[in-house]
């Protein structure tokens, strides 16, 4: 239960940072650039004499919006489909099956740039596509589990006695997957963390004008020899992140 907390936690400090920053992250100081770690900038200043700290916290309140949508998503969209193919069966059954492969055929990185096109360049169009991208592998997956609860005697127990379809779902099927299909979706955040990082760097799902933590890779690779710090911390934040997510429901 305490180690659940962790990604809880994260995500409250990602989306925290993008209440308050110690500086305006797009604020130039040209005569401050590539100023070294002290007390007014933490982490120091980049290229451009931009506070990176203030950088870092605006990019993870962005990165926090993607995990957030994709979650929410993939987990609602995967789960309901999924455990309505199991219990409908038949040709509905193959249907929803069906249309859940094409959500895996289509790369993300074309869906990434129809949301785009769609909702602009943010992190929610991100989010919406690689929460989309998401939708198939869990519907997949959460056939696959509610199929297998399907099978217990206590369902069969339950059908026999005359339990309605709603009471099935609710009661005894959806308490006996959503466990696993949490601990899926946690382990993919981390994921999607990443996907979005390589969205935002190679321009896509990201408004390159502001923070995000693969922008800022994008953005500061010129300096990899120069001011290797630069590329560390973006780095960190991100394979921090990935850790806290995995590390947590991978146990």
């Known amino acids: 239960m305490r180690r659940a907390l962790a990604p809880l936690l994260l995500l409250t400090l990602l989306f925290a940072c993008g209440l308050w920053q110690p500086w305006d992250p797009d604020a130039v100081n040209v005569l401050a650039r590539h100023a070294a770690p002290d007390i007014a900038h933490p982490l120091g ?7 990176l700290l203030s950088r870092l916290m605006a990019g ?6 993607v995990i957030l949508a994709v979650g ?3 987990l609602t969209g995967g789960a309901l489909l999924g455990t309505l193919a199991a219990v409908l ?17 289509v790369p993300t990185l074309i869906v990434a740039l129809t949301a785009a096109a769609v909702f602009g360049l943010s992190p929610f169009s ?3 596509a690689l929460g989309l991208a998401a939708i198939g592998p869990l519907a997949l997956f959460a056939h696959m589990l509610t199929k297998r609860v399907l099978c217990q005697p206590f369902i069969m127990a339950a059908d026999a006695i005359g339990v309605s379809s709603g009471t099935m779902l609710f009661r005894h099927l959806l308490p006996n997957t959503l466990p696993t299909l949490l601990t899926y979706v946690g382990n993919q955040s981390g994921a999607s963390a990443i996907a979005y990082a390589s969205l935002a ?38 394979g921090a992140t990935v850790f806290v997510f995995n590390r ?3 146990r």
């Open 126 to 128: 991100a989010g919406v």
């Open 201 to 238: 760097f190679i321009g896509l799902g990201a408004d390159p004008s502001l923070p995000d933590w693969g922008g800022m890779l994008f953005e500061y690779r010129m300096f990899l020899f120069d001011n290797p710090m630069l590329i560390a911390w973006p780095a960190l934040a991100l």
């Open 72 to 74: 929410l998503l993939g």
């Open 248 to 250: 947590t429901f991978d």
């Open 89 to 105: 069966g038949g040709w509905r059954e193959k249907l929803i099956l069906k249309a859940s492969q094409l959500f895996i055929m």
């Open 60 to 65: 993870g309140f962005r990165t926090g919006i």
């Open 45 to 51: 200043t980049d290229h451009l004499g931009r506070d």
